[in-house]
């Protein structure tokens, strides 16, 4: 039984920086494709940056060159460093897996999913 458990969350000013971690439980990170999603209210979960099986990262547009995804598989745990955020980054954010090979983009591919985590970025 997989359970992912995230932390990190919090408030900062447009420009600061967060790290979200996603601690997985019941099986190593690396027989995962792991990914962090975000859902603002009304909105549908968007693909924020995604790790496969074997390690390869994938950002999205929007994320692409202020956020960083990783695992640490000492720690068996995912990570999303971000940097340079926004308001418009403000969203609940999911850490999800999934047990095949591919990091799907869709958020109906992912089987395990965390708790969601707060993240709040003023003005």
């Known amino acids: 039984y997989v359970q992912l458990v995230e932390s990190g969350a919090g408030s900062v000013q447009a420009g600061g920086s967060l790290r979200l971690s996603c601690v997985v439980s019941?099986?190593?990170?690396?027989?995962?494709?792991m990914c962090w999603f975000r859902q603002g209210r009304g909105k549908s979960r968007e693909n924020v940056a995604s790790?496969?099986?074997?390690?390869?990262?994938f950002t999205s547009a929007a994320a692409r060159d202020r956020f960083t995804v990783t695992k640490d598989n000492v720690k068996n745990t995912l990570i999303l460093q971000m940097n340079k955020l926004r308001f418009d980054d403000t969203d609940m954010y999911y850490c999800?897996?999934?047990?095949?090979?591919?990091?799907?983009?869709?958020?109906?591919?992912?089987?395990?999913w965390g708790q969601g985590i707060q993240v709040t970025v003023s003005s």
């Open positions: 790790v496969d099986k074997l390690g390869e990262p």
């Open positions: 999800a897996a999934r047990e095949g090979s591919a990091a799907w983009l869709d958020a109906e591919k992912y089987d395990y």
């Open positions: 019941g099986m190593p990170v690396t027989a995962l494709s």
